[in-house]
């Protein structure tokens, strides 16, 4: 098995105190509060890393990347400190079943003011 990448360019920027979902591979299209209208079916799979570039970073608090299944949290987040950009990186193995719902939420509630912009966010896959 090979390591398959999928790479999301965004140039998106989130504001402090907010919860956003983003549909994964459309993430920057749109997003949005409800998470449910931003869940998109998977096949059978693992996901092993989830990376996000960060170019911007005023929050005065942590920000979190997270990718969900099924509306639930998964073991592959990033805690975002405050001013850290770059990129940043976690490695976890998430199983993924047929039909697992697989998405994006990036929250901001840590923060009172500020803005986390981002270039780009990656998800890498577990190929056969």
């Known amino acids: 098995?090979?390591?398959?990448?999928?790479?999301?360019?965004v140039g998106t920027t989130q504001a402090f105190n907010l919860t956003r979902y983003?549909?994964?591979?459309?993430i920057g299209l749109s997003a949005g509060t409800v998470e449910g209208n931003y869940q998109l079916?998977?096949?059978?799979?693992?996901?092993?890393?989830?990376w996000i570039k960060v170019t911007g970073n005023t929050l005065d608090g942590t920000a979190?990347?997270?990718?969900?299944?099924?509306?639930?949290?998964?073991?592959?987040?990033?805690?975002i400190n405050v001013g850290v950009t770059g990129v940043l990186t976690a490695t976890a193995d998430v199983a993924i079943a047929d039909g697992d719902l697989l998405n994006i939420q990036i929250?901001?509630?840590g923060a009172s003011v500020g803005n986390l912009i981002f270039a780009s966010i990656g998800v890498t896959f577990l190929l056969p």
């Open 107 to 109: 929250l901001t509630v």
């Open 64 to 79: 979190r990347i997270m990718l969900r299944k099924n509306g639930g949290d998964t073991a592959l987040f990033i805690d």
């Open 22 to 26: 983003h549909s994964v591979p459309y």
């Open 1 to 9: 098995m090979t390591d398959g990448y999928m790479v999301f360019t």
């Open 41 to 50: 079916p998977y096949a059978a799979n693992t996901a092993k890393k989830l």
